[in-house]
């Protein structure tokens, strides 16, 4: 399966910046990471400064799969609206689950500055699409300032006066951010490398042998890794290492203008999505572009997905034009990445209750991914400290039975 179509605008800014050799011979390690986007970057990360002796394996070159997609609007408004999330898990863990997103984000900010790569803080308007949605977008954000939130609840006057959007109502958070993905799991890796971490990418893990005392991993160039623990952060590919499908797999589509000649200051730190479902997603770069997403679908299957790029690039182009339109926008690169979507809207991180419990899955779904990822790493790591980390249970396979 190939995780994205056409050249995301991260490869084409960055390159190939770090070159990590395939593993050639057997090697040993406490906990061997399967897969080098952003979520084994970051839990690598985490269990090296747990005292790990951690090893990474890559299929493809490093953050080439669904991380080298993302266009990394970093939020802690998941998918799952809060009031839609409380009535499945009820509103103390919703509101728990919330908090930790909006805590993750300081924390990635830290952990970017840590190896040099911009993290900007950006606010978040989340616009009700329709006139109907408005009740629902104001309920949302008592909701949240209920439990503490910070959001604001803006009105049609006020968003045409600021903002320029027409839309009938919409809710305003400070607390978010924008990374290039990319670029911040390439540093994690080459940083954690620099301090011991075998990192091997363009080796596939093909097969594995579960023993009483380790657990075998082989790779496709035949190179052999012993470890007590396996963590598989394969992506949309760990769905394969289950023996239940978890989530459907969803593609996005996402395209980044040419730099524009002027924007508005607000859109240079403000994300903007919508109540709409598929949503449309934007946010812009630092060299002045406007980054966009949306037009999801259910294809999974990438020549097909290939075929939609352009078609799906210019409806999103003509859906912010229409958002935005004092706006000249140049089409640059266009893209399609595979996603996933639970049914909760929440991740999956731990031991499969059908598995051998020393195989963990850092399953970083949704549109929040990479929050979530920020927050399985230390679960993760706690799991193996034998330590409880708060969301365990919510964030376990344990939650689908
Ligand atoms: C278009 C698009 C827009 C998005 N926008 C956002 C957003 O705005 N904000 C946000 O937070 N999230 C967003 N996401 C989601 C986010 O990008 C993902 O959650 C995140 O990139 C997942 O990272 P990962 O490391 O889990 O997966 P991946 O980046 O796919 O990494 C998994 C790696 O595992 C490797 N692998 C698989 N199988 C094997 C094997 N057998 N052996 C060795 N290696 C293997 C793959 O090669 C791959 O490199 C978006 C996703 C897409 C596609």
Known sequence: MDLKSGYP??????????????????????VAVIGAGI?????????????????????????????AASTAMIQYEIDTELAELARIVGIDTAARVYRACEEAIDELGTIAANVRVAFDRASSLYIASRRWHAGRVRREGALRRAHGFD?????AGDIA??????????LLT??????????????????????????????KVVHRIERSRDIELHTQRGARVRCRHVVVAAGYESQGWLPE?????????ALVTEPLRSMPSWLRHTLVWETARPYLYLRTTRDGRVLAGGEDDRLDIPARRDARVQKKAARILARVGAMLPGLELEPGFAWAGTFAETTDGLPFFGAHPRLDRRLL???AYGGNGIVYSVIGARLLRMQLERRRHPLAHIFGFDRMR
């Open 161 to 170: 006066a600021r903002y320029d959007i027409e839309a009938p109502a919409a």
């Open 361 to 363: 899955f850092a399953m």
């Open 9 to 30: 605008y991260w490869i084409v800014r960055n390159g190939l910046p770090q070159h990590f050799a395939p593993l050639e011979s057997d090697a040993r390690c406490d």
């Open 174 to 203: 400070a607390t978010a951010g924008q990374v290039d993905p990319y670029r911040l799991a390439i540093a994690l890796l080459s940083d954690i490398a620099g301090r011991g971490v075998r990192v091997h990418d363009r080796s």
């Open 245 to 253: 499908r978890v989530a459907a797999n969803r593609s996005s589509y």
């Open 39 to 67: 979520t084994g970057a970051l839990v690598a990360r985490e269990l090296v400064e747990a005292g790990f002796d951690t090893l990474v394996l890559d299929t493809r070159d490093a953050a080439w799969g669904s991380t």
């Open 151 to 155: 959001v604001d609840t803006l009105e």
